[in-house]
């Protein structure tokens, strides 16, 4: 089933590169990348089995089995840490204190973030990868500390190699 697992195995690497190398808010790098394989990648799949099944959120359980199907899964999430941009207030605040005050995630984070994914997912595309972005990866995997504490944000993106997409006509 996973035959071309050293060309995904260099296709993910390729994609926490390009992330990693995305451009970034004053030029500080909160990112945190990671390649989940194997029994980790499962537990992860687990988790996201449980969330569905415990929050009644089908997309959670329909993904999970997409996850199952993928020879490996490629990470990305950030912290949340202010900047310090003057006169900025896109995280809703006055200012970074008022933020970090009120637990606030920093708007350049957040921007960092996707920018960092749509760098990964282009690497994936230019090398004919299938794949999709998921919210339910990345919130298992930091719900289920398979990641570190400090990281507050992050998305999944599976890879496969198949004669038909996998993560289009999916069901819930």
């Known amino acids: 089933m996973f035959e071309y697992i ?13 992330a990693i190398t995305a451009p970034k808010g004053k030029g500080i790098n909160l ?4 390649i989940f394989e194997g029994e980790e990648k499962e537990k992860v799949a687990d988790l996201m089995e449980q969330i569905g099944k415990e929050k009644e959120i089908p997309f959670f359980i ?7 199907d993928s020879l490996l899964v490629v990470f990305i999430g950030t ?6 941009v003057p006169f900025c207030g896109f995280c ?5 204190e008022k933020s970090s005050e009120a637990g606030a995630y920093c708007a350049y984070a957040v921007g960092d973030l ?28 930091i719900v289920g500390g398979f990641v570190p504490e400090k990281i507050k944000i992050g998305y999944g ?6 004669g038909k997409n996998i993560y289009f006509d999916r069901k819930m």
Request: aromatic share 6%; with cysteine.
């Open 114 to 141: 996707g920018t960092a994914i749509g760098s990964a997912v282009k690497v994936a595309s230019d090398h004919n990868i299938d794949n999709r972005i998921m919210f339910s990866f990345g919130k298992a995997a």
């Open 92 to 96: 809703g605040f006055e200012n970074c």
């Open 62 to 68: 329909r993904d999970a089995k997409n996850v199952r």
């Open 31 to 34: 990112l945190y990348t990671k």
């Open 157 to 162: 993106i599976p890879l496969s190699v198949a």
């Open 79 to 84: 912290e949340v840490k202010p900047r310090g």
């Open 6 to 18: 050293n060309g995904i195995k260099l296709v993910a690497e390729l994609m926490c590169c390009s």
